[in-house]
C-alpha cells in the first residue's frame, strides 16, 4: 500500500476465525491509512481465504515453526509506513487505535504502548488465563514513560525502530528490544488510555501448556551461554516464581479494584497456571529453550 500512515504486523498463530476478527477491527480504522501486514505460519489454506477475505492485507509466508519474535521480525522489514504497530492475531483494536497512537507518537515519542482489557468475558478459563498473563497491563495505568509497554498494543517510529535491526534479528521476545531502548535513553511511553480487548479462548491444558512454553522459551534465552553454575542457580531460585507471581497478581487486581469477582472465581486456575509458568522457567534455566520457542501461539 503506497502512502500509508502506519504498518500494523500481525503474527498469525492461531485460528482462521480469530485472525478475521482481528482484521475486521482494523478495516474499520477512520482517519488514518493502514497496511496491514499478516505473517501467516497457519498455512496456504488459510492464505487462500485471507487473499479473497482481505485483499488489501499484506501476507507474508513462513514456515509453521517459524517463532513468533521472528515473525515480527519478518513484518518489520515488509512494511512501509513510518511507523510500525504490533498486535495478535486475538486482538480487536477500536476504530480510533491508529489514529491515536499516531497522534501519540506525534507529540515527539518513539514507541507508545496502550493498556489491554479482557474481550473473552463468557468463561471462567478466559478470564482466569488473561487475569494470569495481563494483571501488569490492565487499566488503570500510569500515564507516561514506562519501565515497560505490551508487546501486542504498541507502536514504533519506523526510523527508531530500524537502528535496532540487530536486537530484533536476534528473534527475542519484545522485552529484549525494550531493554535496549531504554538502555539508549529512548523513553516506553505507556497511554492507558488506548485499550485493546484480547479476545483469545483456551482450555485449561491450553493455557497450562502455552504458560509453561512460553517460560521456557523466556528463561532459556535468558541463560543461553550462561556456565552451569549460573543455570542451576537461576532454576533453583525460580521455584519462588509460584507464589510471587500469585501474590503479584492479585495484588495488582485488588489494587485497581476491578475484575474482583472474576478473580476470586479464577483462584483456583490461577494456581495451576502460575505452577506452570515457575515449571517452565526451571526447565529453560536448567535445560534451556528446546524448541519450545516456536510451539508458543
Known amino acids: 500500500m503506497q502512502g500509508c500512515d502506519i504498518s500494523v504486523v500481525v503474527p498469525a498463530v492461531n485460528s482462521l476465525d480469530d485472525l478475521r476478527g482481528c482484521l475486521k477491527a482494523l478495516s474499520r480504522q477512520r482517519g488514518v491509512r493502514v497496511e496491514v501486514i499478516v505473517v501467516d505460519r497457519l498455512g496456504e489454506r488459510v ?54 497512537m499516531l497522534a501519540a507518537l506525534a507529540e515527539g515519542h518513539d514507541v507508545v504502548g496502550g493498556a489491554i482489557e479482557n474481550a473473552a468475558t463468557a468463561r471462567h478459563v478466559d478470564w482466569a488465563a488473561f487475569l494470569c498473563e495481563y494483571s501488569a497491563s490492565l487499566p488503570p495505568l500510569p500515564a507516561g514513560p514506562s519501565a515497560g509497554v505490551p508487546g501486542n498494543n504498541v507502536v514504533y517510529r519506523k526510523a527508531v525502530l530500524d537502528r535496532y535491526q540487530a536486537v530484533i534479528d536476534e528473534h527475542k521476545w519484545e522485552n529484549r528490544l525494550h531493554d535496549a531502548m531504554r538502555a539508549d535513553g529512548i523513553d516506553l ?75 476470586l472465581r479464577s483462584l483456583p486456575l490461577l494456581s495451576l497456571f502460575v505452577l506452570s509458568w515457575g515449571a517452565g522457567e526451571v526447565a529453560g534455566y536448567w535445560f534451556g529453550a528446546g524448541n519450545s520457542l516456536s510451539k508458543v501461539r
Not at 48 to 67: S, T
Not at 84 to 98: C, F, L, S, Y
Open 47 to 100: 492464505r487462500a481465504e485471507l487473499a479473497i477475505a482481505f485483499p488489501e492485507a499484506v501476507i507474508v509466508p513462513v514456515p509453521a515453526d517459524c517463532p513468533i519474535p521472528a515473525m515480527r521480525a519478518a513484518g518489520f522489514r515488509a512494511a512501509r509506513a513510518p511507523a510500525i504497530g504490533v498486535i495478535e492475531d486475538h486482538v480487536i483494536v477500536p476504530e480510533d487505535w491508529a489514529e491515536r
Open 189 to 263: 511511553i505507556m497511554r492507558p488510555d488506548i485499550v485493546v480487548g484480547h479476545k483469545m479462548h483456551y482450555t485449561v491444558w491450553l493455557y497450562t501448556s502455552q504458560r509453561f512454553l512460553y517460560s521456557r522459551s523466556y528463561a532459556g534465552a535468558r541463560v543461553a551461554g550462561a556456565s552451569l553454575a549460573r543455570r542451576l542457580a537461576m532454576g533453583a531460585a525460580a521455584f519462588a516464581l509460584p507464589p510471587l507471581m500469585f501474590w503479584r497478581t492479585v495484588r495488582r487486581i485488588v489494587a485497581k479494584r476491578q475484575h474482583i469477582g472474576h478473580l
